[in-house]
């Protein structure tokens, strides 16, 4: 009856949690494993880290060094990208006529141009801007275009793309980006969202076809903040399916070995294959989604949970199925709860993703080991055969002082090793974003090459309403600007060189003169130029214009480079308004910071970085102290032996110490995620210590088994390319092999016991 | 024998001079009407290049008076163009290559694309197919007129590709080239451009 009963009950708890699982998404957003920032500055600095979802360029690198492209190769590759209609902005080099706002700039110069003042509109002056555009008519330069000229003779729009785009933008030198090795560069926006990353890749993907479908192809790569989120989904998706494919074939491989026959594997695999489930189903229901790191972690505890079936079917091997499943019950839930601690360490504040994490592990642990302890013993009707004999005596053949030396050396040189400085402590924060390594270098290369600098330090203004933040810009952009001149920074960019306060724009409008005095002004100096008569009346008519305009806001421009960069610099906070100012390089910080007001701070995200390690890395190595006691809390309330209790500590702790020193002579860089893992080791151990047990050479066998499926699945996933993976898998794999060793030496102390109880 | 009562013989020779003529006519003007492939097989010079002194004259829509500055012009197939002229008495070389346009002057040099001058893009386009004898390369780029005939033709050429303001305005205007020349001799080519007046190059000396 009751075994009917667990059957249906099981059978029951699956269904629903299939119906949770399948409908799901598996999503790759990167967000949810980037830390959150603590401080506003380390939150800017995590922004940084996920490149902006304002940053919606692309940079496509054409050609090789070998074989340079010709700029006619160029324009027809860009002209037929261009053609495909998937773009906003396909650019060779900085064309202003390709500016989506152009029009808009142009109308409004007069009030975002900072550098004229009223003596400009007098006749005096005038007449040496005329006298220019005379100069410049005779020279019948190809390029001069004459209604620009003759509505802009002062030159105003042209000094403002000079400073948007720098000096390639006016023409003198307008050959197109090149790279120091001579490849050519395309700048691009897709004409999509920058979440939109489905349409983000199939833009990618023409730029790549219209490069291969010229009559020579070209060698093209395409780099830039949304190929870094399409490239990252791709590799989050292809880790989580290879991470989860082989893991699941690893276990099904050591089951066979251990198992021998297709039933046993069969029930093995039910308490496994259970707590994956009811793991994915528990994140599903906890956070509303399933991230593909979540699932390629989760693959894991394949590896991990296998432990329990195997003992259980082990011990069932003399028909006593309820016998033996009460004698195991114990142990085998100790061992899964101090486990479980263990990976609840992974849910470490401000790491939404890990949280995830944790919560998979721990549901699917505890999951597997009730399902291994109540369940199946009910499916398992007869008897299965291991292939090794139980041994009821034998003799100890390790001397009683060894496993305890070793473990107590390991522990001490892994000790010293952390305290002493030679594990370095990773500085570098790609370690923490779920990036791939090589992506997010590429990248770096690829901007250090264009010369967009990796921004270092800025200036972070905060007010309450738009108008106060760029006003309060415009005054530390004075000041920037004087120290500027004496050399304490090189140079500076705020958001108001692009869009001035309305208040500046309505200064400046009532600064222009009307129109009766501007003609004036102009018949004056206009007097004995070989002019036509009425050649500037199209200018008068635009000052007198841009007297009435309404101040420029950014909505009212279109999406696109201009658009972007504002946006880039100015932001919305929680109800505040935010602008940022980047620096080139800072000669004095403290000069810089002593010269600023009260409400600009000056940030330095290198420190910040630093900080944000070192605040993960405490909190990590917080979490391990804490799981750590909790677990022997567990242990010693499980065991009710003090001393079996250290026995099974020191294990645990030779585990970690062998793990750091490996960690060590390897030269890897400790990541909170490392710390984190070496928790992991400590509650896998535990289940080594727990079931290894003097003589029993059955057990030492299961155990054997154990370690080596949770080495093979944690070694699996070492080999991913997302960071975060990696360090764990890394670190629990040595760690679990130390352990095991450790394990087995210990149990090789003693004199074996007929009983074979964990007492 | 009298055909036709009530007409006298002279008469009648005269009306039937008429007639023939009326006949005739189409058909003689169809014998001096030019296709755009024939202009092109004689002006295409045997070596693809070409070479000759000119007279340029620029309009201006602000400067009162038109400028005038003689020069030399060289074309070799492929798009590659050189002139030179002086201004003011500066010596100056315009040489563009396939993309790129290059100005050299005593003081300073400057290069920049070719897209960025449309009236110059629209003339080497005209050159290229006039030196390759293409046909088609001139009406892919250009809406095309042929008039006259042999001794006096007229090539029209409106671009397809509108050029924009570089400041303001949406509307764009085509480029507009008026070639005009005897036999197989170019003798004046009128730029318009939007934004960039008009200039008028007259071929003088020799070469084609």
């Known amino acids: 009856m009751r075994r009917r009963h667990l059957c249906l009950a099981w059978l029951a708890g699956v269904a629903v949690c299939l119906a949770v699982v399948l409908p799901a998404r598996i999503t790759t957003d990167m967000a949810a494993f980037l830390p959150k920032g603590a401080t506003p500055e380390q939150e800017l600095l995590v922004n940084q880290l996920r490149q902006g979802p304002a940053s919606r360029l692309l940079i496509a690198v054409v050609g090789d060094a070998q074989h340079p492209v010709s700029a006619g190769a160029l324009e027809r590759l860009r002209a037929n990208i261009d053609d495909t209609g998937l773009f906003h902005l396909v650019a060779s080099h900085p064309d202003p ?24 509109f007098e006749a005096p002056a005038l007449r040496a801007h005329f006298e220019q555009v005379v100069e410049r008519l005779r020279r019948a330069d190809p390029s001069v275009d004459e209604d620009l000229l003759a509505r802009d003779p002062g030159g105003e729009f042209e000094y403002l793309l000079h400073r948007w785009l720098g000096a390639q933008a006016t023409g003198d030198h307008a050959h197109g980006w090149r790279l120091n090795d001579g490849r050519a ?25 219209q490069a291969g479908a010229l009559d020579s192809p070209l060698a093209i790569e395409v780099a830039g903040a949304p190929a870094i989120a399409v490239g990252t989904r791709d590799r989050i998706r292809m ?23 297709p039933r046993a594997v069969l029930l093995a695999l039910v308490p496994v294959l259970s707590g994956l489930l009811a793991g994915a189903a528990a994140v599903r229901l906890g956070f509303g989604e399933l991230h593909g790191i979540t699932l390629a972690f989760g693959a894991t505890l394949l590896g991990v949970t296998l432990d329990y079936p195997l003992h259980h079917l082990w011990r069932s091997r003399t028909g006593d199925g309820p016998g033996a499943a009460r004698a195991i019950r114990r142990p085998l839930l100790v061992a899964a709860l101090s486990t479980a601690f263990g990976f609840a360490a992974l849910a470490i504040a401000g790491f939404p993703g890990l949280q995830q994490l944790a919560l998979m592990s721990l549901t699917g642990i505890v999951t597997a080991a009730v399902v291994a302890s109540w369940v199946l013993p009910a ?31 390991l522990m001490v040189v892994g000790a010293g090793v952390l305290a002493s400085g030679q594990l370095r402590m990773a500085t570098d924060l790609g370690a923490l974003s779920p990036v791939p390594a090589e992506l997010a270098q590429r990248d770096g290369a690829l901007r250090r090459a264009l010369g967009l600098p990796e921004p270092r330090h800025l200036v972070r203004i905060v007010a309450d309403t738009r108008e106060a933040v760029l006003h309060n810009t415009e005054t530390v952009a004075g000041t920037l600007e004087a120290l500027e001149d004496v050399g304490v920074i090189a140079r500076h960019d705020p958001v108001t060189r692009l869009l001035p306060s309305v208040r500046t724009q309505q200064a400046r409008a009532q600064a222009l003169p009307d129109a009766a005095t501007l003609a004036a002004a102009v018949e004056q100096a206009v007097r004995d130029l070989p002019l036509r008569a009425g050649a500037f009346e199209a200018f008068v008519a635009d000052v007198d214009a841009s007297r009435e305009l309404e101040p420029l806001q950014p909505e009212m421009l279109p999406d696109g480079m201009v658009r972007q960069r504002i946006s880039e610099r100015l932001k919305r906070r929680e109800g505040d308004w935010v602008s940022l100012v980047y620096l080139g390089d800072v000669a004095d910080p403290v000069a810089l910071e002593s010269a600023l007001p009260g409400y600009a701070r000056l940030v330095d995200l290198q420190a910040e970085t630093g900080a944000l390690m070192t605040r993960y890395q405490w909190q990590a190595m917080l979490h391990f102290a804490l799981g750590a006691v909790a677990i022997a809390a567990i242990l010693w309330f499980g065991t009710g032996s003090l001393r079996r209790t250290l026995m099974i500590l020191m294990i645990a702790g030779g585990g970690v110490g062998g793990a750091l020193i490996l960690l060590a002579a390897t030269g890897t860089a400790l990541s909170v995620f490392h710390v984190v ?27 054997t088994l154990c370690a080596v499926s949770s080495a093979l699945a944690f070694s699996i996933l070492a080999t991913a390319e997302i960071p975060l993976l990696r360090a764990i898998g890394v670190t629990v794999a040595c760690g679990t092999i130390i352990a095991w060793a450790l394990a087995l030496l210990f149990a090789g102390t003693q004199r074996a016991s007929a009983t074979g109880s964990l007492r | ?34 296709t755009l492939d024939d202009l092109l097989a004689r002006l295409a010079p045997p070596d693809g290049e070409f070479r000759s002194d000119y007279l340029r004259t620029r309009e201006s829509g602000l400067l009162d008076e038109a400028v005038t500055v003689e020069g030399r012009i060289e074309y070799r197939s492929p798009r590659h163009l050189r002139e030179m002229r002086v201004h003011a008495n500066e010596p100056q070389t315009l040489i563009i290559d396939d993309d790129t346009v290059r100005i050299e002057r005593a003081d300073d040099s400057r290069s920049f694309p070719l897209a960025r001058a449309p009236e110059l893009q629209a003339l080497m386009r005209l050159l290229e197919a006039v030196a390759t004898a293409d046909a088609n390369a001139l009406q892919e780029h250009f809406f095309v007129q042929v008039s006259g005939s042999e001794e006096a033709w007229r090539l029209a050429l409106e671009s397809r590709m509108l050029v924009h303001g570089s400041g303001g305005g949406r509307d764009g205007k085509p480029v507009v080239l008026r070639v005009s020349g005897e036999r197989g001799r170019v003798r004046e080519i009128v730029m318009e451009a939007p934004g960039r007046g008009s200039v008028t190059i007259e071929l003088t000396g020799n070469g084609r």
């Open chain 1, 379 to 409: 499916l398992a009707i007869r008897p299965v055969r291991p292939f090794a004999a139980y041994v009821e005596e034998s003799r100890p053949f390790v001397a009683g002082w060894l496993p305890p030396a070793i473990a107590g050396l």
């Open chain 1, 239 to 261: 880790e989580a399916v290879r991470v989860s494919l082989l893991a699941f074939l690893a276990a099904v491989l050591v089951l066979i070995a251990a198992l021998r026959t």
């Open chain 1, 97 to 120: 006529t390709l500016l989506a706002a152009r029009e808009d700039l142009f109308r409004y110069r007069y009030l975002l141009s900072d550098r004229w003042s009223p003596h400009d």
């Open chain 1, 677 to 703: 893992a070496l928790l992991l080791v400590v509650g896998l151990s535990i289940d080594y210590g727990v079931f290894a047990r003097p003589g029993d050479r059955v057990a030492a066998g299961s155990v």
């Open chain 2, 1 to 34: 024998m009298n055909i036709l009562p009530g007409v006298g013989c002279g008469e009648l020779r005269y009306r039937l001079s008429l007639i023939m003529l009326v006949l005739l006519v189409p058909a003689l003007s169809q014998a001096g009407t030019l």
């Open chain 1, 185 to 209: 560069v395309l700048l691009l926006m897709a004409d999509a969202a920058a979440y939109d990353l489905d349409r983000q890749e199939a833009a990618i993907g023409a730029v790549r076809e």
